[in-house]
């Protein structure tokens, strides 16, 4: 199991929930900004395809022939922390 690959995940994931919520419920820069911040926080984390770190980084949360992109896949797992912080700081 290999953290950076799920810290990207979940930058990831964050970032885009953050545009998400920028753009249709607050228009908040500061979101925005964050959005951004996590995105380019997610190209660091990533590694290049000729380092070695990657293998554990491609084998990370697949099994077999399922859940083979966990970038495609996981997409609920990895909204919830950020989804849960944002309903927490903007109650209606």
Known sequence: MNIFAILACLS????????????VREQNPLLLFAAI??????IILIPY????????FDSTLTWGNYLLYPLITWWKIF???ISWLL?????D
């Open 87 to 91: 309903a927490l700081i903007y109650k």
């Open 12 to 23: 990831f994931y964050s970032a885009l929930y953050l545009f998400y919520f920028f753009f």
């Open 79 to 81: 909204i919830l922390p």
């Open 49 to 56: 395809p000729h380092e070695h770190r990657r293998r554990g």
């Open 37 to 42: 911040a996590l995105l380019i926080f997610t």
